[in-house]
């Protein structure tokens, strides 16, 4: 009755009220094959709605069954999938699969672990193994989020690159605007360690008043070049 409840909730994506029902069934569960499956199931549900402490919970108690059996390992495929770890859940997959070949769990674990690594030529093969109408949602959704996940990741790299590439031209910027002014400076120095041209100095001084134009620009150029330096080493 409580795994047929938790059923229902993990098709309704209720991750919380499931993780508690299987929480209720792991503690009265006598039978080892009985707990076994309760904590597999607890393992991969905690672990697809976030609930990664009571996932590991889970999982350390299931290392301690022997022996393993090929479902056995599917859930720690299962539960690394969840986490994004696609090298351990290959591992773990390809662990199910030497020990029932024809394992259905495992194969579509295997597909996914292999979507979430960008090698979608593999996870096509591995589900030309498995009748693709037998797939269930969850092993449906499974497979669609290590595809999001890999484009996701994917996309933030080229929006990093894209970020460090502007904060760069924005310091080329600052540096290109900065430079006549830095030279500016260092020429008026001249102008005042000689008396009679103070004069000429203070008229420039009187004049760079009214350049407000590249004052503004200089500054504007600054400001973005601190605002994304801080932006991109905030996000990196």
């Known amino acids: 009755m409580l795994l047929a409840e938790a059923s229902r909730l993990v098709d309704r994506r209720r991750w919380r009220q499931a993780v508690r029902v299987l ?17 597999e ?5 905690s672990a697809d709605g976030g609930h990664h402490g009571i996932s590991c919970d889970a999982v350390f108690e299931l290392q301690e069954i022997e022996p393993r059996r090929a479902d056995t390992w599917v859930a720690f495929a299962n539960v690394a999938l969840a986490r994004g770890n696609y090298e351990h859940a290959d591992r773990a997959a390809r662990s199910a699969l ?24 593999r996870a096509e093969a ?7 109408e037998s797939l269930t949602d969850l092993e449906r959704w499974r497979i669609g989020r290590a595809v ?10 080229y929006v990093f690159g894209a970020l460090a590439a502007l904060v760069v031209g924005l310091l080329a910027v600052a ?11 260092l020429r008026l120095r001249r102008l005042r360690a000689d008396d009679p041209r103070r004069f000429l100095e203070s008229l420039a001084a009187t004049a760079w008043r009214y350049e407000r134009r590249l004052r503004l620009s200089h500054a504007a150029a600054v400001c973005c070049s601190v605002a994304g330096f801080a932006a991109a080493h905030t996000l990196l």
């Not at 591995?126 to 693709?132: E, G, Q």
């Not at 999001?148 to 790299?157: D, G, K, P, V």
């Open 175 to 185: 540096v290109a605007v900065s430079v006549p002014f830095a030279a500016r400076e």
């Open 148 to 157: 999001n996940r890999w484009a996701l990741t994917n996309t933030r790299w």
């Open 41 to 45: 199931r607890l393992a991969v549900t």
């Open 98 to 121: 030497a020990d029932d070949d024809g394992n259905h769990g495992a194969w579509a674990a295997l597909a996914a672990s292999y979507a979430g690594l960008g090698w979608f030529d």
């Open 126 to 132: 591995c589900l030309d193994r498995l009748d693709r």
């Open 23 to 39: 929480s209720v069934a792991a503690t009265t569960s006598a039978d080892v094959d009985d707990r076994r499956h309760v904590l």
